[in-house]
């Protein structure tokens, strides 16, 4: 199911319009008519969200090229029962480490990468676990279009100093979790990698 408010849908959808006829060298006449468009798109999304439309303005014009999905990677690892989550100093609630994924490696990679710098573990990725539509899950409202990845981690080494965005690491059983970043991660998808574990025959979960 979408999740999505309408507005952010029309928004987006406007967004992505305009950003990816602006990226085809249009003539002046249509150029100018997609950045009407993405104007538009901008008011809306600020009206609807109480934000400053300069910053909706320059978050839409900063994004070029075809519009596409973001991707957010995400690492599911699990020790005795229990599953690794990180405090985000950002919001203070937990949330699976990840990030989004950077240009020049592979989805694996970007987890393998986010886990060591959120977490401190090394790991190698084993599976991947299930590729969701952001907006299909209880996620509140993002501004971007996005696909999260989560792969399952096993962990390789010691652990060493994590990143100065999060500032506790742990593990936590299904019955006793924290209060979770739900922008990131949700209780529903840790229930649903609790039964990965216990089914490792289970294939790749997707929208």
């Not at 538009?40 to 439309?53: C, V």
Request: a negative charge; one cysteine or more; glycine letters at 6%.
């Amino acid at each position: 199911m979408d999740n999505r408010p309408k507005w952010l849908d029309w928004a987006q959808q406007l967004q992505a319009i305009a950003q990816s006829g602006l990226a085809y060298d249009p003539h002046t006449y249509d150029a100018e008519r997609y950045e009407q468009v993405r104007q538009i798109a901008a008011e809306i999304a600020a009206y609807q969200s109480q934000t400053d439309l300069a910053l909706v303005q320059t978050l839409f014009a900063g994004d070029v090229g075809h519009a596409t999905p973001k991707v957010d990677v995400r690492g599911v690892i699990f020790r005795e029962g229990r599953i690794l989550l990180v405090r985000e100093l950002s919001d203070g609630k937990w949330t699976l480490p990840g990030g989004w994924a950077d240009i020049g490696e592979s989805a694996a990679e970007a987890a393998r990468r986010e886990v060591l710098e959120e977490s401190g573990f090394p790991v190698q990725i084993t599976k991947l676990l299930a590729v969701y539509d952001r907006s299909r899950h209880a996620h509140p409202p993002h501004p971007w279009y996005i696909y999260k990845f989560f792969f399952r981690c096993e962990i390789t080494g010691s652990p060493q100093s994590h990143d100065n965005e999060v500032d506790a690491v742990d593990f936590f059983a299904l019955d006793n979790l924290p209060e979770l970043s739900i922008g990131r991660t949700t209780p529903a998808q840790l229930a649903r990698f609790f039964d990965h574990a216990c089914h490792p025959d289970w294939p790749t979960d997707f929208d």
